[in-house]
């Protein structure tokens, strides 16, 4: 899948790796902060816009000539990938938690039929339902 993605998105892993989530608290979006591939001391901020209903780089190359830098398709990347976490996150949970009860189910039977297997062998082999016969005859 991840694979797949760098392909179609022509990223390589150090440009996916550059991208770090963030929220903005103010406006509660999801923005990205992408390290600069040929200068380690810049960063870009790479926010979700809204109107557009996609991710926008303030870089050169993003906000003055309008393309499509790599910055922009690393946070979107980066996007599809944690949402794609959260989803196999959440069905772990739910599979644990199905796990956990048929558990508890199967834990259940073993112990409520040896408890009817001890009072049967309780009462058949009780010493008083022989004297209760012998005096009944
Ligand atoms: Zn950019």
């Not at 809204?50 to 922009?72: E, I, V």
């Not at 196999?88 to 956990?100: L, N, V």
């Amino acid at each position: 899948m991840e694979k797949s993605l760098k392909e179609q998105y022509h990223l390589t892993d150090e440009q996916i790796d550059a991208a770090t989530r963030f929220i903005d608290l103010k406006t509660r979006s999801v923005l990205y902060i992408v390290k600069s591939a040929s200068d380690p001391d810049t960063e870009y901020k790479v926010t979700w816009n809204r109107d557009f209903n996609r991710f926008q780089c303030q870089c050169k190359a993003a906000s003055q000539y309008g393309m499509s830098c790599w910055h922009t398709r690393s946070a979107f990347v980066n996007e599809l990938l944690y949402r794609q976490a959260k989803r196999d996150e959440a069905e772990a949970a739910k599979r644990i938690a199905e796990e956990q009860a048929e558990y508890e189910r199967l834990m259940m039977v073993p112990r409520r039929s040896r408890a009817r297997q001890r009072c049967s062998a309780i009462s058949s082999a009780s010493p008083r339902s022989h004297s209760t016969y012998f005096a009944n005859h």
